[in-house]
């Protein structure tokens, strides 16, 4: 069974920015941010751009899924609390099958708009995503669907059809 104290996990298109850094992040008492996107981990350009959000002294990696695998397998990061960011579902439900405990899943924002099943303004999920979801939900994860700390969270079953 895998190893890896994950104390936030969302779904959100652009990863770690603003709102994620500032409103989410102080709460969670996390001490590492934890990016699993395999083109923005492809891409120095853009995982400088995307360090330049983090707080200063926090630590952070923004790896491929098979750099995360291997590191979580490894037990490479102990005991530290992980704040954890992807673009898809589908992450979250493969870094679950590792052995990793998710508790919530709050979905943001996603690259898709307009298109597959809506949970908000700013969400939607394709089937696939859908069928990770559920994963997730066998598993033991409460799903939710929050833009901001501000906006009320809504369970993402509630909204899905």
């Avoid at 190893?3 to 996990?9: I, K, T, Y």
């Avoid at 330049?52 to 979580?72: H, M, R, V, Y």
């Amino acid at each position: 069974m895998a190893s890896l104290n994950v104390v936030f996990a969302r779904v959100d298109n652009r990863l770690m920015h603003g709102i994620v850094m500032t409103q989410y992040y102080p709460a969670t008492g996390a001490k590492r941010i934890m990016v699993i996107d395999d083109d923005t981990a492809n891409n120095p350009t853009r995982k400088d751009m995307m360090n330049l959000a983090k707080p200063a002294g926090t630590a952070s990696s923004i790896i491929t899924f098979e750099k995360a695998k291997e590191n979580i397998l490894a037990d490479k990061y102990g005991d530290q609390t992980i704040f954890l960011l992807a673009k898809s579902p589908k992450v979250f439900r493969d870094v679950a099958k590792l052995g990793v405990k998710i508790n919530r899943l709050i979905i943001g924002c996603t690259d898709l708009l307009n298109e597959g099943h809506k949970l908000s303004d700013r969400a939607f999920v394709t089937d696939e995503e859908v069928e990770a979801m559920k994963e997730l939900r066998d598993m033991g994860c409460e799903i939710v669907v929050q833009h901001n700390p501000q906006v009320r969270a809504v369970d993402a079953w509630s909204v899905l059809k």
